[in-house]
């Protein structure tokens, strides 16, 4: 990786493309410490960690997502999840309005329209989460003295405008820069986790223990489960079943053509992070409605709060997970069905004059599609549940929670992976034009 870094930086239009991301990201994680105005930042820090400790404990996702821009309440406080978000709901429309689905098959200018409305969707959720969130700060006492309307209003219109250049930096880090811009923004973000997050393992496991050689074993075992992690999600990532196909040949004037073999490549994790998403915000909605009616709370909202699992001393609420881990699985499967159509893959293989050795064109390749699909889906769904389980694992049973750990570390490993295989594209058509050139 350092050595790809390292050849890039040697060429000038890769080299500004790097520098344009990094200073990008500088004016992000500035942003992310400017608090918006009319709001009492103390008050309002302690106070969302006392909710969150009352709901599911996913603070430390959402913190890490937002760079602590949340938490801080900067005016990056929304972070860039009104666009995922939007995004996911385009995805999900694309399938199910035939207009949407024409866009989409219409070329770079059908998926241009379709970015044009994903913008125009991604604002329109900035607005009703910022307003939202000004209402609750408000009923809570968090706002400063003054006229209420008019802090909502400067709060609604601070954190809609962060939004929106947060989404409009992504978008030109993608065009100008290096990677996918939405994606290296989550990167950076959860990365300036990270030292807060290893200083708070070093002072509860290796800084209280009296024991030097126990605190060398603690720190031992911290950075072997953190490589494992590491290890087990670029497995993750990277793994793949490759389904040969081969196109026979046809005569084109006096010429015989075709008769090429090729692969239809099927990722391990199709889905990626979102089945995880999905399953957290089902269990965390009944939750947290529960604590907008009573501010005691109820007893039974525990058996949905991840931060009650895996604890040694009421294991009774550990049932939960259970749920928690069938629905990553569900949602893998749902996933994968919208993004990856067997069906249409025959289809299309059938009007090229292509077909899966041993395996009849048409039907036949649609059942064959769908077999080796949900044998790939599975596996990728139980290591994805796998990745998920862990972190709340060793936060029950040890009280290590970290933000960088489970869902997080799939985004950084897939977004380093892909930004490095982006470099490492560009500057193979480089050298392959200087060959042209030479």
Not at 50 to 79: H, P, R, V, Y
Not at 281 to 301: C, D, H, M, R
Not at 403 to 411: A, E, P, R
């Amino acid at each position: 990786m350092f050595k790809t870094l390292r050849n890039a930086f040697k060429i000038k239009d890769i080299r500004k493309k790097l520098l344009f991301t990094f200073l990008m990201l500088i004016v992000i994680r500035i942003g992310s410490l400017l608090p918006i105005p009319g709001v009492d930042t103390e008050s309002f820090s302690s106070a969302i960690r006392n909710f969150f400790d009352k709901t599911s404990g996913s603070s430390t996702f959402l913190s890490a997502i937002t760079g602590g821009s949340f938490e801080n309440m900067s005016i990056f406080a929304l972070g860039i999840t009104p666009y995922i978000t939007s995004s996911i709901i385009m995805q999900l429309l694309t399938i199910a309005i035939p207009k949407l689905e024409e866009m989409q098959k219409d070329g770079a200018e059908g998926r241009k329209k379709i970015a044009e409305i994903t913008r125009y969707v991604t604002v329109a959720l900035a607005v009703l989460e910022a307003i939202g969130m000004a209402i609750t700060f408000n009923n809570q006492g968090l706002l400063k003295s003054g006229s209420e309307w008019v802090e909502i209003m400067i709060i609604v219109v601070t954190l809609t405008a962060g939004s929106a250049f947060l989404m409009w930096i992504g978008e030109n880090i993608t065009e100008k820069g290096i990677g996918n811009g939405i994606s290296i923004i989550l990167l950076i973000n959860i990365i300036s986790s990270v030292p807060t997050d290893m200083g708070l393992l070093y002072a509860t496991f290796i800084a209280s223990e009296t024991n030097i050689a126990k605190a060398i074993l603690a720190g031992v075992i911290i950075l072997a489960i953190i490589f494992a992690m590491v290890w087990f999600v670029c497995l993750l990532q990277g793994g793949e079943r490759k389904i040969p196909v081969q196109y026979s040949q046809k005569v084109q004037g006096n010429k015989m053509v075709g008769g090429n073999a090729s692969n239809i490549p099927l990722k391990v994790n199709t889905a990626g992070v979102i089945p995880v998403i999905f399953a957290s915000s089902i269990l965390q909605a009944p939750v947290v409605i529960a604590n907008f009616v009573s501010s005691k709370g109820y007893e039974w909202t525990k058996y949905f709060s991840q931060q009650y699992w895996c604890n040694p001393k009421d294991f009774k609420y550990t049932i939960g997970m259970l749920a928690y881990i069938v629905l990553i699985i569900v949602f893998a499967y749902f996933y994968t069905s919208i993004s990856f159509n067997p069906m249409e893959i025959a289809n299309n293989m059938k009007k090229q004059a292509g077909f899966i050795p041993g395996i009849r064109p048409g039907k036949p390749t649609t059942e064959y599609l769908n077999n080796i699909l949900n044998y790939v889906v599975f596996i990728g769904a139980v290591a994805l549940v796998v990745v998920a389980v862990v972190p709340i694992v060793l936060s029950g049973v040890f009280g290590a929670s970290v933000s960088f750990l489970g869902t997080s570390i799939i985004i950084v490993v897939s977004v380093i992976l892909e930004t490095i295989k982006k470099v490492e594209s560009q500057m193979l058509v480089r050298n392959y034009k200087g060959f042209l050139n030479s």
